[in-house]
């Protein structure tokens, strides 16, 4: 099977997808299965889906697999929305045993970090050159920051202090919702952090993924900033596709 279709699968605190990736295109070869995330989330429970979804496609090679993590040579040392028995977990030693792999055949790394590698190769950011920032606006903000399509993994820019507060808990899409604040409210509150991420590192284009990306239309052209900021183009496939270009082509690009 040659280096032109590869595997991935996105853990999340809800789900767990997997699927077959066309590396040429960037698109899923195929449906993607989905299976809800165990309760408690432990590494263990959590290994067992993960090796179910593979088996399922009879997939034999190299393996991706994302974690709401920060991941360090494939240990976890952070852990958000699944259990905290995640935190100083080899991550990449366990998937590689429950699928029958070597350590090198499985690269686990951060879920921001995977769809910001998708829309730099395929995607919205795709022969952009300086700094391009991914930002997810989920329940919490993830991000990405690339240097002429090479990342700097594991930044954590959704915990910003921004006036006192951490930026996420400010400006996540879930605060949108738990506050019920117009699209006019919250997207003030995103151009207060964005002005201050810009302040930091000086971004070339920041690309707005999450949920909401699906509804650019209503809050891109409120906001009040200097970056060109441009709606993600892979939706919820880009942590798959991230996951399976990073095991083929490697992380760094």
């Given at each position: 099977?040659?280096?032109?279709?590869?595997?991935?699968?996105?853990?999340?605190?809800?789900?767990?997808?997997?699927?077959?990736?066309?590396?040429?295109?960037?698109?899923?070869?195929?449906?993607?299965?989905?299976?809800?995330?165990?309760?408690?989330?432990?590494?263990?429970?959590?290994?067992?889906?993960?090796?179910?979804?593979?088996?399922?496609?009879?997939?034999?090679?190299?393996?991706?697999?994302?974690?709401?993590?920060?991941?360090?040579?494939?240990?976890?040392?952070?852990?958000?929305?699944?259990?905290?028995?995640?935190?100083?977990?080899?991550?990449?030693?366990?998937?590689?045993?429950?699928?029958?792999?070597?350590?090198?055949?499985?690269?686990?790394?951060?879920?921001?970090?995977?769809?910001?590698?998708?829309?730099?190769?395929?995607?919205?950011?795709?022969?952009?050159?300086?700094?391009?920032?991914?930002?997810?606006?989920?329940?919490?903000?993830?991000?990405?920051?690339?240097?002429?399509?090479?990342?700097?993994?594991?930044?954590?820019?959704?915990?910003?202090?921004?006036?006192?507060?951490?930026?996420?808990?400010?400006?996540?899409?879930?605060?949108?919702?738990?506050?019920?604040?117009?699209?006019?409210?919250?997207?003030?509150?995103?151009?207060?952090?964005?002005r201050t991420l810009e302040d930091l590192i000086w971004p070339d284009l920041v690309i707005a993924g999450g949920g909401v990306s699906k509804k650019a239309d209503k809050w891109l052209p409120l906001l009040k900033v200097r970056t060109k900021v441009v709606p993600a183009a892979l939706k919820n496939e880009a942590g798959i596709v991230g996951a399976a270009a990073?095991?083929?082509?490697?992380?760094?690009?």
């Open positions: 099977m040659g280096t032109t279709r590869g595997f991935g699968i996105d853990i999340g605190g809800s789900g767990i997808k997997g699927g077959l990736v066309d590396l040429e295109t960037g698109e899923l070869d195929g449906e993607r299965l989905r299976i809800v995330t165990p309760q408690p989330s432990t590494p263990d429970a959590v290994a067992d889906v993960v090796a179910e979804i593979v088996e399922k496609f009879g997939w034999t090679g190299p393996v991706g697999v994302t974690l709401p993590c920060v991941v360090k040579r494939g240990v976890a040392l952070t852990a958000a929305n699944v259990d905290k028995g995640w935190v100083d977990t080899d991550a990449a030693a366990l998937f590689a045993q429950r699928l029958g792999r070597t350590k090198e055949q499985v690269v686990v790394l951060n879920d921001a970090d995977a769809a910001g590698l998708a829309e730099v190769r395929y995607g919205a950011g795709r022969d952009q050159s300086g700094v391009v920032v991914l930002l997810t606006f989920g329940t919490g903000i993830g991000s990405a920051v690339f240097l002429d399509g090479r990342l700097l993994p594991n930044t954590e820019f959704g915990h910003l202090e921004v006036d006192g507060h951490d930026a996420e808990k400010r400006a996540a899409a879930s605060v949108k919702e738990d506050k019920d604040l117009s699209w006019e409210e919250w997207t003030q509150r995103v151009s207060r952090y964005l990073a095991a083929t082509h490697g992380i760094g690009h």
